[in-house]
């Protein structure tokens, strides 16, 4: 492994310097904060690229046989790497998204009737070469594996010189200039208000018969877009109008993922994995008063805090699957964390990673989060699928990194739109309880999409 250590420089005029590399990620702390927002991850020109596709793995455009899991599993250790913990945890490795609809890889399901974009179940890049930020101490490094190259020397040589190529556009930097405002045009939903409202209705009458206990319904967003628009100018609107400590920019050929995401999925650190269900949201107000009163009104809320504790449960049990005995706990429960347009109740669930487990077998215990499912996981799943109808893709699957040193960091992916050719899309939803009132789990869902719309200059009273 190179490491050059390089002159702070922002995030975002760095990720401007990379604009036009082609398979472009970043990994944005954007709404920067000790723990949570400390680090920023800049990488592209993957040396390859993992895929799945209708349950099947595919390897530089090959399909490879087995369970797609078990190959990215052997994929990764291909590139084993000792970690370095003087830098920080993204030192190379896969990067990229993992979308809902791979849960099909791991239980039988009803497909959606509608496929929407029609993307890939999950795109990693894996990358021999990252550049990272920290905020705190406002330092910046390029982190040069050198794979995929086996032998030693060359692996030395390529490693060198691809640092030295990165570093060359960040110190004497070219910054594209931002084009023109991205807009959209008209929004549409697949439920509008009354679909939506309905559709609350059908799962508390699930709940009330003990059919299940939670389910997260979302409606879809869809709106056309110019070809003028332009997404990295887009994602700077959005982590302005959003900031979040788990957001994201992926682009790809004709693809675009833009994510400006509060939650953490999964985060491995050595043996310790962490996960932070978010459950209970009220809006935010302009009025420090009224803001204030509304927190509280989130805080002393049973509904709310009944939905989050369930989630915790859940994802308890999913973590006891693959860490040690007695070690899951629950060492946050339903605090509050505030953000730019909502409040939201945040729990933090702990434990150590059993010794014959590694990020992979942490994923795959715990996929799709239980916080954009429901509970019982399986049963929520079957009734998504029936109501909502349409695929979500990339919506409430988990973007982020596995790295070739083992550790990980994924965020659910919500607050996330995906620009697809001539098209952009994105959902919002919540967890619906036995004691969901429909109109107002519609308003919050309007609530969440809020600074979606705000960052297409959109105004949502026009959504239908």
């Known amino acids: 492994m190179h490491v050059l250590e390089m002159p702070w420089i922002d995030p975002v005029k760095a990720l401007r310097c990379f604009a036009q590399r082609p398979h472009l990620t970043f990994l944005d ?14 990488a592209c020109e993957p040396f390859s690229t993992y895929f799945v596709s209708e349950g099947q793995a595919i390897w530089n455009g090959k399909i490879v046989a087995g369970d797609p899991w078990a190959v990215l599993r052997n994929l990764l250790a291909r590139y084993r790497e000792a970690h370095r913990p003087d830098l920080p945890p993204f030192q190379g490795g896969a990067a990229g998204f993992l979308g809902y609809d791979l849960n099909r890889t791991l239980e039988r399901l009803p497909r959606p009737s509608i496929v929407g974009l029609q993307l890939p179940q999950a795109v990693l890049n894996f990358y021999d070469v990252v ?27 390529r490693a060198r010189r691809r640092a030295d190529e990165f570093a060359a556009l960040l110190v004497r930097p070219r910054l594209p200039p931002l084009t023109i405002p991205s807009t959209a045009g008209a929004w549409h939903s697949n439920f509008g208000r009354e679909g939506f409202i309905a559709a609350v209705q059908r799962v508390v009458e699930l709940i009330l018969a003990g059919d299940i206990f939670q ?26 109008s959003n900031p979040a400590p788990f957001a994201a920019l992926l682009r790809y050929d004709k693809m675009t993922i833009a994510s400006s995401s509060p939650e953490r999925f999964l985060k491995l650190d050595g043996r310790q994995v ?39 449960d859940l994802l308890r049990n999913d973590l006891s699957r693959v860490c040690t005995d007695n070690s899951v706990e629950v060492t946050a429960l339903c605090n509050l964390e505030s ?48 109501i909502e109808q349409v695929a979500r893709e990339v919506y409430c699957g988990a973007i982020g990194f596995i790295g070739f040193n083992g550790q990980m960091d994924t965020n659910i992916a919500i607050r996330t739109v995906m620009i697809d050719d001539d098209q952009a899309v994105f959902h919002a939803g919540g967890g619906i309880t036995a004691m969901s009132d429909p ?12 600074r979606l719309f705000d960052a297409f200059n959109a105004d949502p009273s026009g959504v239908f």
């Open 439 to 450: 109109e107002a789990e519609y308003e919050e869902t309007l609530a969440k999409a809020q």
């Open 131 to 157: 550049v990272s930020f920290d905020h705190r101490d406002r330092k910046c490094w390029i982190v040069s594996t050198g794979w995929p190259e086996q032998d030693s020397a060359r692996r030395t040589e």
């Open 339 to 386: 953000y730019a347009s909502v409040h939201h109740l945040v729990s933090v669930v702990r434990g150590a990673l059993a010794a014959n487990q590694d990020a992979v077998g942490l994923l795959r215990a715990c996929f799709p989060g239980g916080s954009v499912t429901g509970a019982p996981k399986v049963r929520a799943m079957e009734i998504i699928a029936d």
């Open 215 to 240: 389910a997260n319904i979302a409606q879809r967003f869809s709106a056309k877009i110019s070809p003028l628009f332009d997404p990295l100018t887009f994602y700077c609107q959005l982590r302005l």
């Open 29 to 42: 702390s954007a709404a920067e904060h000790e723990v949570l927002g400390r680090y920023s991850y800049l």
């Open 274 to 312: 962490e996960t932070r269900p978010i459950k209970g949201t009220i809006a935010r107000a302009v009025d420090p008063k009224e803001d204030r009163r509304r927190a509280e009104i989130l805080l002393a809320s049973e509904k709310d805090r009944a939905e989050n504790i369930m989630i915790v």
